[in-house]
């Protein structure tokens, strides 16, 4: 069968990789893709240049023409869009939520309002659209505190103030001088949550749930989380925090009454949901955002270590019977780093020819994002370049091998962490790994 896959960063080729592992796939479509999927490094595939992630008819004819069995939907933007509620009215299979579900990430109001009626855990919040009732409740509240753009700002809609000042800032930026235009035309104002964050990504198919492997992300651009918030600079997978203990908990409090109060509400939820939660000292889990996707970088050791036919987990997924499958997993750590292009998180720099590539191997795989070929040179494209992802037998086994890899690209400006892995390494003692 034909696939495709929409989207052109790291996940998308992640996933067009694993798709094109299975049996029953002879051709992954990635539209637009990136340099990586052009050269075929997903196997049988190839890439669909021009074409917009959210020039939703254009996607669908390609989808009808190119007589595409399944299309699995990577960014949220499309999902945001309605290309589910397209596809699906032309009759066409695709796996991601409908625009309605995908609220759950393109409003935060939506999502907050949904989580305090379900009582799904997460920090208190109020919403506004006037500045100066957010100005007093950030007076009120004292910080440090959390303004929060209510639509999709492309990771840029945080700001976790650390003072008032910084929070009164963010909400005239956002509501006063309408820096974020539609998606900072409302703000949610939350409490701060301490403690150490975690991804947690199911597949649902409106009522089941499959829970994918744990991971964690690494969001600041440099070493020792500092410096400023980017996509994320690498991510590792399973993440030691989410013992079994907090991985029950997290399925009963967080991820099961999602899927449930949707569907009470009247929302069928089908696609990828990720949970992005803190959790706290005592190991209580908090939701601190939902995503109506996979997570960038988390999807590429996710899909690293997926051993099961993510074919069949999607069809299952799309029928309804997601309780009859189970996912396995390769029992190693899988351990991706980032490699960004100067000038990354702000305006990066495109054009830096990419050398020295290491090839693909049975545990280490560079799956590429900002990246394009220009005449049959590869060369940089966008912020997050290339996320070189490796397995090993620890998370110390699977970050060597991740960062000997690294060590041979070259391209000019490049910017990574040299500490992708330090929680899971530094927790002591080693919690049980579980998926
Ligand atoms: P979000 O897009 O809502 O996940 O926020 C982006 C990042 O901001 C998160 O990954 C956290 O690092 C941080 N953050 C968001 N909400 C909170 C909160 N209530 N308390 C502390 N940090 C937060
Ligand atoms: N890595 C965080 C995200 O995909 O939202």
Same mark, same amino acid.
């Given at each position: 069968?034909?696939?495709?896959?929409?989207?052109?960063?790291?996940?998308?080729?992640?996933?067009?990789?694993?798709?094109?592992?299975?049996?029953?796939?002879?051709?992954?479509?990635?539209?637009?893709?990136?340099?990586?999927?052009?050269?075929?490094?997903?196997?049988?595939?190839?890439?669909?240049?021009?074409?917009?992630?959210?020039?939703?008819? *254009?996607?669908?004819? =390609?989808?009808?023409?190119?007589?595409?069995?399944?299309?699995?939907?990577?960014?949220?933007?499309?999902?945001?869009?309605?290309?589910?509620?397209?596809?699906?009215?032309?009759?066409?299979?695709?796996?991601?939520?409908?625009?309605?579900?995908?609220?759950?990430?393109?409003?935060?109001?939506?999502?907050?309002?949904?989580?305090?009626?379900?009582?799904?855990?997460?920090?208190?919040?109020?919403?506004?659209?006037?500045?100066?009732?957010?100005?007093?409740?950030?007076?009120?509240?004292?910080?440090?505190?959390?303004?929060?753009?209510?639509?999709?700002?492309?990771?840029?809609?945080?700001?976790?103030?650390?003072?008032?000042?910084?929070?009164? *800032?963010?909400?005239?930026?956002?509501?006063?001088?309408?820096?974020?235009?539609?998606?900072?035309?409302?703000?949610?104002?939350?409490?701060?949550?301490?403690?150490?964050?975690?991804?947690?990504?199911?597949?649902?198919?409106?009522?089941?749930?499959?829970?994918?492997?744990?991971?964690?992300?690494?969001?600041? =651009?440099?070493?020792?989380?500092?410096?400023?918030?980017?996509?994320?600079?690498?991510?590792?997978?399973?993440?030691?925090?989410?013992?079994?203990?907090?991985?029950?908990?997290? =399925?009963?409090?967080?991820?099961?009454?999602?899927?449930?109060?949707?569907?009470?509400?009247?929302?069928?939820?089908?696609?990828?949901?990720?949970?992005? =939660?803190?959790?706290?000292?005592?190991?209580?889990?908090?939701?601190?955002?939902?995503?109506?996707?996979?997570?960038?970088?988390?999807?590429?050791?996710?899909?690293?270590?997926?051993?099961?036919?993510?074919?069949?987990?999607?069809?299952? *997924?799309?029928?309804?019977?997601?309780?009859?499958?189970?996912?396995?997993?390769?029992?190693?750590?899988?351990?991706?780093?980032?490699?960004?292009?100067?000038?990354?998180?702000?305006?990066?720099?495109?054009?830096?020819?990419?050398?020295?590539?290491?090839?693909?191997?049975?545990?280490?795989?560079?799956?590429?994002?900002?990246?394009?070929?220009?005449?049959?040179?590869?060369?940089?494209?966008?912020?997050?370049?290339?996320?070189?992802?490796?397995?090993?037998?620890?998370?110390?086994?699977?970050?060597?091998?991740?960062?000997?890899?690294?060590?041979?690209?070259?391209?000019?400006?490049?910017?990574?962490?040299?500490?992708?892995?330090?929680? *899971?390494?530094?927790?002591?003692?080693?919690?049980?790994?579980?998926?």
């Amino acid at each position: 069968m034909k696939i495709l896959v929409i989207g052109s960063g790291g996940r998308e080729h992640a996933l067009a990789w694993r798709l094109a592992r299975s049996p029953r796939v002879t051709t992954v479509l990635v539209a637009p893709g990136n340099g990586g999927t052009a050269r075929g490094t997903t196997g049988p595939s190839a890439r669909i240049r021009n074409v917009s992630t959210t020039d939703i008819d *254009a996607l669908a004819e =390609l989808a009808t023409t190119m007589g595409v069995a399944l299309t699995v939907v990577g960014p949220e933007a499309p999902l945001a869009a309605g290309i589910v509620d397209v596809f699906r009215s032309r009759g066409l299979r695709i796996f991601g939520p409908t625009q309605a579900a995908a609220q759950l990430e393109s409003s935060k109001d939506f999502a907050k309002r949904f989580m305090k009626r379900h009582g799904i855990p997460t920090a208190e919040s109020e919403t506004f659209s006037d500045a100066a009732a957010a100005h007093d409740y950030v007076n009120r509240r004292g910080a440090p505190i959390v303004v929060k753009a209510d639509g999709l700002a492309a990771g840029k809609g945080v700001m976790v103030a650390q003072t008032s000042a910084e929070a009164h *800032a963010a909400i005239d930026a956002m509501l006063v001088d309408n820096r974020m235009g539609d998606a900072g035309a409302r703000v949610v104002i939350e409490d701060f949550l301490d403690g150490e964050e975690a991804s947690f990504i199911v597949m649902s198919d409106g009522q089941h749930v499959l829970a994918l492997a744990s991971s964690q992300d690494h969001k600041r =651009l440099r070493d020792g989380d500092a410096g400023p918030n980017t996509g994320g600079m690498g991510a590792y997978s399973p993440a030691p925090i989410v013992t079994p203990t907090i991985h029950a908990r997290v =399925l009963r409090e967080i991820i099961l009454p999602t899927v449930q109060g949707m569907a009470a509400d009247g929302i069928q939820y089908t696609g990828f949901l990720y949970a992005g =939660l803190m959790i706290d000292a005592k190991g209580s889990p908090s939701t601190l955002e939902f995503n109506c996707r996979m997570g960038d970088p988390e999807t590429q050791p996710i899909m690293l270590r997926l051993k099961s036919d993510l074919v069949d987990l999607i069809e299952h *997924a799309l029928d309804g019977t997601l309780d009859e499958v189970e996912a396995e997993w390769d029992r190693r750590t899988a351990l991706g780093v980032v490699l960004a292009a100067a000038g990354y998180p702000d305006v990066p720099r495109r054009g830096d020819p990419v050398m020295a590539l290491p090839n693909d191997t049975e545990d280490c795989v560079v799956f590429h994002a900002g990246t394009q070929l220009v005449d049959g040179q590869l060369v940089t494209s966008g912020g997050r370049v290339l996320t070189v992802t490796a397995l090993g037998d620890s998370v110390r086994a699977a970050q060597r091998r991740a960062y000997d890899a690294v060590a041979q690209v070259r391209f000019a400006g490049q910017q990574y962490r040299t500490d992708i892995g330090h929680r *899971a390494m530094n927790r002591r003692p080693p919690a049980t790994p579980r998926d």
